[in-house]
């Protein structure tokens, strides 16, 4: 009895030590942690004649702002993957890729980050939210698809120009989280590059 109390504690201590150092069981490990990181694009000089323009926060709609890897099977109910996430929540990886995408067009004076240029007031500012975003298994393959609202508001007549919703489903090469974040990804270049479209057109058809 008193060598099994004896082997019983000496398992705790090891335990604890094991835990102590950072040496954890291989079912235990942390999750996957993946980004946003689409191919940039080269960027294209600044226009003297263009106008400055302040992309705020991306928002996202209840339930996705997270950073968990979502997916539905059936109608109405969000899943996750257990095993693996984003390293940040979609809305804030979306934030760099919009000013990005923005400036590679050569067409703005300026496009100005909310993460740095809190203080400064652009002419235009760029509001998103993302609506829908999850890997959806009801079709064969599974699908991501994204729903992205944006709206262009005149910061000097304190008007909107215009308000649009994007919604882009890529097929995933694999049935998992891994074909989540390709199809992800893959959306996600693709609606940036409809949205440039569409921002640049809207100031186009207003002047």
């Known amino acids: 009895m008193v060598k099994f109390k004896i082997n019983y504690f000496l398992n705790i201590l090891m335990l604890l030590n094991m835990v102590s150092c950072g040496i954890l069981p291989a079912n235990a490990t942390a999750p996957k942690s993946y980004l946003l990181d689409i191919p940039f694009e080269s960027l294209s000089t600044s226009n003297p004649q263009g106008k400055v323009l302040l992309v705020s926060m991306p928002q996202a709609a209840a339930g996705y702002d997270t950073a968990g890897l979502m997916y539905i099977r059936t109608p109405y109910i969000l899943e996750y993957y257990t095993e693996s996430r984003w390293v940040d929540t979609p809305a804030q990886m979306l934030l760099p890729l919009l000013v990005h995408s923005l400036e590679a067009t050569g067409y703005f004076n300026a496009v ?3 993460n740095s240029a809190a203080a400064v007031s652009g002419e235009l500012r760029l509001d998103t939210e993302i609506i829908r975003l999850y890997q ?12 992205l609202r944006a709206q262009l508001l005149d910061m000097v ?28 990804n893959q959306a ?6 409809i949205l440039a479209k569409f921002v640049i057109a809207q100031l186009k058809e207003n002047k």
Request: glycine share 2%; proline share 4%; no cysteine.
């Open 112 to 114: 100005l980050s909310a």
């Open 188 to 193: 996600v270049a693709n609606v940036l590059k």
């Open 136 to 147: 959806d298994f009801q079709t064969e393959p599974s699908q991501v698809h994204l729903v």
């Open 157 to 184: 007549t304190r008007q909107v120009i215009a308000t649009h919703v994007f919604e882009v489903k890529e097929f995933s090469p694999s049935q998992n989280a891994e074909g989540n974040v390709i199809a992800t």
